[in-house]
């Protein structure tokens, strides 16, 4: 019903800078907050950032001030723009949403494929 596409991974020296961009679709009827996780081999899966449809957004303290989350209502797609990067944001980052879906307008969280980021030193 709803599908998220990652895109803009890849592999960055240190210091350097990424974009990951996340569109939806699908059969949506509202888009509440969304956001960008991440999980490093080995390690659980921690969020990185959200951003409510009002763009109110919220980062994790080790991202702060290098990071930043925006979206496109328009578009249904949602932005991580990351700066500074260091060795330890290597991992897969995962796009996250939360939809309301028609014709039921019905509550659906929906996850992408995750996309891989590796910073190297």
């Known amino acids: 019903q709803v599908q998220l596409v990652e895109s803009g991974g890849g592999l960055v020296q240190a210091g350097g800078s990424l974009r990951l961009s996340c569109a939806a679709s699908g059969s949506i009827f509202k888009i509440n907050a969304m956001g960008w996780y991440r999980q490093a081999p080995g390690k659980q899966r921690e969020l990185v950032a959200v951003?409510?449809?009002?763009?109110?957004?919220n980062y994790a303290d080790s991202v702060k001030g290098r990071f930043t989350i925006s979206r496109d209502n328009a578009k249904n797609t949602v932005y991580l723009q990351m700066n500074s990067l260091k060795p330890e944001d290597t991992a897969v980052y995962y796009c996250n949403a939360n939809t309301i879906v028609v014709p039921e307008y019905r509550y659906l969280e929906v996850w992408g494929q995750g996309t891989l980021v590796t910073v190297s030193s």
């Open positions: 951003i409510t449809s009002g763009g109110r957004t």
